[in-house]
């Protein structure tokens, strides 16, 4: 198992891409793409700021919700993308069986805004909320206090206002 900087990630990226074109409806690819995407960049940057592997929190992020773009939306849909997560990552075979289930972990458990996680998982989850966030801040609305306070907790650790200049 040989690891090259960025390889493994577009390996990843290339998987997530061939399931998203083949989605038909093209708004719900579109969503998809910004969504995926946008986690995984988020992952990126909260990964960095938390030393915690940005390698790993940009795959978690491109795979969190990945069944439910391509199943049109799914009852349970952290798992399912785990699930999926699980068949792609060892298809691919380029990942240790910690790093593995560390990814595999973080995707089944990004829906619980609730609880505290391990390092990885708490980077994806906070992505999901901060993208969802940011997609149109004049419309977001905490789902829970869960969502608020990790909303809260992310405008302070990354100097993020509460108000926008129009």
């Known amino acids: ?5 960025g390889s493994r990630i577009e390996a990843v990226r290339s998987c997530v891409d061939e399931i998203l074109l083949g989605m038909t409806d093209f708004v719900a690819r579109r969503c998809a793409y910004v969504h995926l995407y946008g986690v995984s960049q988020m992952c ?3 990964a960095r ?6 390698e790993l929190a ?3 992020g ?3 919700d990945i069944a439910a773009y391509k199943n049109a939306g799914c009852h349970n849909h952290a798992h399912e993308s785990a ?12 990942f240790s069986g910690d790093e593995h289930d560390s990814i595999c972990g973080a995707v089944y458990n990004h829906s619980d805004k609730e609880s505290c996680h ?3 998982t708490e980077v994806l989850v906070d992505a ?4 969802h966030y940011l997609y149109n801040p004049y419309q977001f609305s905490a789902a829970s206090d869960a969502v608020a306070a990790r909303l809260s907790r992310l405008r302070t650790e990354f100097f993020i206002g509460t108000e926008y200049a129009d």
């Open 58 to 60: 940009i795959i978690a």
């Open 62 to 64: 491109m795979l969190h």
């Open 44 to 46: 990126a940057v909260i």
């Open 49 to 54: 700021k938390r030393n915690v592997s940005a």
């Open 83 to 94: 699930a999926m997560a699980d068949k792609i990552l060892g298809a691919l075979n380029l």
């Open 128 to 131: 999901d909320v901060a993208c």
């Open 1 to 5: 198992m040989q690891k090259i900087a």
């Open 118 to 120: 391990p390092p990885l």
